[in-house]
Structures are given as structure tokens and as C-alpha cells.
């Protein structure tokens, strides 16, 4: 880090003031002045309860609004599962080619394909892993659950600076308490997305494994839809109920940035999906304003973990392919035993 940008980086003076309409939202007297008054302003006029936290990845500047409050995780609690997945392989007590067998309690009718697979079905651990994410598979999440443990993941989270974001429970879609069982924050989604492009999660493989899968996502129906298509996103979509979320990190050229837009008490999905894309839209556009500003002031891009093809040369993950393809057959259902 420079001289100049350790300089700007203290002289930035950020404060907490009441947004139209009563909603708290971080003030930027600097560069993103601009970006926090747009969001200031659609976040006034949303459907429902919102949050949204964003930040520049070479700078590490953020804004939002309602960033650091406890919303409704719904699937992108899947990002803190997955997260523990890895740290255990890490560890030494868990493997990709591990097999984990279907259990009748792992069952969530709520979204995925394996709700409806016989009982005792096998699927190894680098399967479940990519139909957690880039499926969402629901059943598959809770089978990674049982193996890796709830209180795992909640310490681990937790040993993160990441109080907002809980477990407490499996996914039970079919129950309106799933909304106060998975719980997190735009911050805390940012900060676990931050450390993954930055290669500091776990370690550095673990990182770029876990911005390939986020990168295969298949359900692109938020934050990519107003942004120019070839724009590479590694993100995690949640939806329960009356409440959608989309968070991930978006490769704009060379100004990369991390979102988390959250939105629950939705009177129709309808509202919250185009409110989402409006906030994406409005940060794409921003932070091309902003990537100006920062080569102004001689302030280096961000280039760490970049998935391919987000810029020439990129680091990539070296199982990348992997994971964005099929997960592949099954092996045969076979009765269960103890794991």
C-alpha cells in the first residue's frame, strides 16, 4: 500500500446519519459521496426492509445503507457452510471425494433435486458442494450441515468479527421461523466475500475453490441482469418467502467491487427483484465513475484471485473447470451408515 493511499485512507471521514425516510446510512465525505446518496435515495423508496453494503476492492472504501443489520439470511447462509467445508478439508477431517449419504431428516422440499433422491443416496462432497451453491440445493446444504456440524460453522463465523450471521437451525424452508433461524448482514456477506478475493480466507487455494464455484452460479436472475453480459460475478442468490437477497463480488475491469443487497417484508418478489437490479445497476455505473477517480490518484487496480476471463492474465483457481460443469453421476444408493 502507498504512502498516498495509507494518507487518504485515515484522512476519510465517515459518519452515521438518518437517510430520507429514517433509514441509517454510512455518509462518505469522499469519493463514493456520490454512490452512497444514490443508495441513500432508492432505499427510501423500497418495497420493503432493505439492506446494502459495497466496496471497492482496491481501496476497501464502502458504502451502504442499513449495512450492518440483522436480515434474513435465506440461502446465502450457504456461503458460511461452504466456507466451513473448507476450513475442515483444510484441517485435515474432510476431503472432496469424501461420500456423505442422504438422510431422511436432510430432506427440504423447498428447492433442489435431492429432496428427491432415495434414501441412502451418495453424493461426495465436492457434489454437494457444487449443488449448494450454483443449484441452491437446499437438501444437499443440509447434508453438508450434518457433516461439518452447526456449531462449527456459527464459532467459525464468529472467530471471523461476524456476529450477525447465525445458523441455528437446518433448512426447513416449509416453517416461517427459517427467517429468524438463518440469519446475517450486507457487512458481514462483504466481509466474507472480501476475504475471498483477496485470497485470505483459510488460505489462498481454499479461496480461489470457493470463487470458482460462486462464479458457476446458475441462478442469474438479480444482480448480473442489468449489467453487460460478459461482466464475470461470483455470487449466491437467497430467496424465502418474502425475502430476497443477492451478494457477490462483481469484476468490472479494473475496478472490482464486493455487494450485498438484502430485501425482506416484500409485499411481491416482483418489487424486490427489480429493486435489487436497480441497486446493482446503480453501483456498475458508479464504480466506473470511481475507477477515474482512483487512477487519478495513482492507486494501483486490484488483481488478486480475478476468475478467468475477468481481465487478461488473471489468477484463477486451479480446479476452476470443475466447477463449473455438471456434477456428475451419483455413486448407486446404498444403504446408510453412521458417518
Do not use: C
Request: net charge negative.
Amino acid at each position: 500500500m502507498t504512502d498516498r493511499r495509507l494518507s487518504f485512507g485515515l484522512a476519510i471521514a465517515f459518519a452515521f446519519a438518518l437517510a430520507p425516510g429514517g433509514a441509517r446510512a454510512a455518509v462518505d465525505a469522499g469519493p463514493l459521496a456520490a454512490l452512497q446518496l444514490q443508495l441513500a435515495s432508492v432505499a427510501d423508496h423500497a418495497p420493503g426492509r432493505v439492506g446494502i453494503a459495497v466496496e471497492d476492492l482496491a481501496t476497501g472504501l464502502t458504502s451502504g445503507v442499513n449495512a450492518d443489520a440483522s436480515l434474513p439470511a435465506a440461502s446465502t447462509i450457504k456461503i458460511p457452510v461452504m466456507v466451513e467445508v473448507f476450513k475442515q478439508m483444510e484441517a485435515g477431517s474432510l476431503t472432496l471425494d469424501r461420500v456423505v449419504h442422504l438422510e431422511e431428516r436432510d430432506r427440504d422440499w423447498g428447492w433442489g433435486d435431492m429432496a428427491g433422491a432415495p434414501a441412502g443416496t451418495g453424493k461426495t462432497i465436492k457434489q454437494l458442494l457444487w449443488l449448494m451453491i450454483t443449484q441452491s440445493d437446499n437438501t444437499a446444504t443440509n447434508m453438508l450441515i450434518r457433516v461439518v456440524g452447526r456449531a462449527h460453522i456459527n464459532a467459525t463465523m464468529a472467530g471471523l468479527g461476524l456476529h450477525q450471521t447465525r445458523l441455528n437451525d437446518y433448512i426447513r424452508s416449509e416453517t416461517d421461523t427459517i427467517r429468524y433461524a438463518l440469519r446475517t448482514s450486507p457487512l458481514d456477506m462483504v466481509a466474507l466475500l472480501d476475504k475471498i478475493a483477496r485470497d485470505n480466507l483459510i488460505d489462498q487455494w481454499s479461496s480461489r475453490e470457493m470463487l470458482a464455484i460462486l462464479t458457476g452460479q446458475t441462478h442469474n436472475t438479480l444482480l448480473p441482469v442489468p449489467l453487460p453480459k460478459d461482466v464475470k460475478i461470483a455470487h449466491k442468490t437467497g430467496s424465502l418467502h418474502d425475502t430476497l437477497n443477492d451478494v457477490g463480488i462483481v469484476y468490472r475491469g479494473e475496478e472490482p467491487y464486493v455487494i450485498a443487497v438484502m430485501t425482506t417484508e416484500l409485499p411481491d418478489l416482483d418489487l424486490g427483484r427489480a429493486f435489487i437490479r436497480k441497486v446493482s445497476r446503480i453501483a456498475y455505473d458508479q464504480f466506473g465513475r470511481f475507477a477515474t477517480w482512483r487512477q487519478d490518484e495513482g492507486i494501483a487496480a486490484f488483481a488478486v484471485g480475478r476468475p478467468r476471463n475477468a481481465s487478461a492474465g488473471a489468477l484463477v483457481a486451479p480446479d476452476e473447470a470443475m466447477w463449473n460443469a455438471s456434477p456428475g453421476p451419483s455413486p448407486a444408493p446404498v444403504l446408510d451408515a453412521p458417518q
